[in-house]
T-cell receptor
Framework: GEDVEQSLFLSVREGDSSVINCTYT??????LYWYKQEPGAGLQLLTY?????DMKQDQRLTVLLNKKDKHLSLRIADTQTGDSAIYFC?????????????FGKGTKLSVIP | DGGITQSPKYLFRKEGQNVTLSCEQN?????MYWYRQDPGQGLRLIYY???????QKGDIAEGYSVSREKKESFPLTVTSAQKNPTAFYLC??????????????FGPGTRLTVT
């Protein structure tokens, strides 16, 4: 099956940039997603990138995709305390004629004031 | 407002009892999902449904059951056969599952504690 790997923890100072990395094993994915989960809440879609793109920028967020290395990253510029959350990388997987998202275990971002 | 609702937010049960978690969506989505989240484990797929009256087992279906009698509703029953039911349960929906670009929308979750 698909493996989606992320480091579990990241700590940055307020105002610095955060970079969260994700690697995956299956190359058939179309869209790749980043979700954010605040404490005690569900997941919310943060951003996504189509597999034929190398980069997507959306305000403070930059997604980089290296298809050859199967590596996805999320950069948050000027990190704020409100960015403290768990960030999940999610990759669609073919399963029984459909697609299902496989999630990484999540990276817990802690922002130090 | 369109969205997914889960109720209740917190649920407590005694060991040996079945319990049903509610999930409702008004997004007119065909596909619905149940995930279990444990600390450090990420999200694991329990069951999913691509259409009314049809559902498929996910990666950890043992000890759980579902039904999909209506498009907007996908309740999950945690049975007494589930050996470690205490967890955070998340319901999600998407337009469909056939194209690989199915963004999933999540509910707020139900935290189940079994003692």
């Amino acid at each position: 099956g698909e493996d989606v790997e992320q480091s579990l923890f990241l700590s940055v100072r307020e105002g610095d940039s955060s970079v969260i990395n994700c690697t995956y094993t299956d190359s058939s994915s179309t869209y790749l997603y980043w979700y954010k989960q605040e404490p005690g809440a569900g997941l919310q879609l943060l951003t996504y990138i189509f597999s034929n793109m190398d980069m997507k920028q959306d305000q403070r967020l930059t997604v980089l995709l290296n298809k050859k290395d199967k590596h996805l990253s999320l950069r948050i510029a000027d990190t704020q305390t409100g960015d403290s959350a768990i960030y999940f990388c999610a990759v669609p997987q073919p399963r029984a004629g459909s697609y299902q998202l496989t999630f990484g275990k999540g990276t817990k971002l802690s922002v130090i004031p | 407002d369109g969205g997914i609702t889960q109720s209740p937010k917190y649920l407590f049960r005694k060991e040996g009892q079945n319990v049903t978690l509610s999930c409702e969506q008004n997004l007119n989505h065909d596909a619905m999902y149940w995930y279990r989240q444990d600390p450090g484990q990420g999200l694991r797929l329990i069951y999913y449904s691509q259409i009314v009256n049809d559902f498929q087992k996910g990666d950890i279906a043992e000890g759980y059951s579902v039904s999909r009698e209506k498009k907007e509703s996908f309740p999950l029953t945690v049975t007494s056969a589930q050996k470690n039911p205490t967890a955070f349960y998340l319901c999600a929906s998407s337009i469909d599952t056939t194209t690989g670009n199915d963004e999933q929308y999540f509910g707020p979750g139900t935290r189940l504690t079994v003692t």
